[in-house]
């Protein structure tokens, strides 16, 4: 679910992981933006779920409901 919403914003944007990294307050990784977007983590947490949402302007809701 969320997932799937931060790579439409991602794709719609046109931005990459290594921007995202780059915009990410908790100054994640580009690997792991990667592997939770691309679901190769089973539990990111959800601290690292809403700043990766952030970084392409997504509130919190936005990435729970549909």
């Known amino acids: 679910m969320f997932r799937?919403?931060?790579?439409?914003?991602k794709k719609r944007l046109k931005i990459?992981?290594?921007?995202?990294?780059?915009?990410?307050?908790l100054h994640l990784p580009e690997e792991t933006i990667s592997r939770v977007l691309n679901a190769k983590t089973q539990d990111p947490g959800i601290s690292t779920v809403l700043d990766i949402g952030e970084t392409v302007g997504l509130?919190?809701?936005e990435l729970f409901m549909d």
Do not use: Q
Request: proline fraction near 5%.
């Open 4 to 9: 799937d919403r931060i790579n439409e914003e």
């Open 16 to 25: 990459s992981a290594k921007t995202m990294s780059c915009r990410s307050k």
């Open 59 to 61: 509130e919190p809701y």
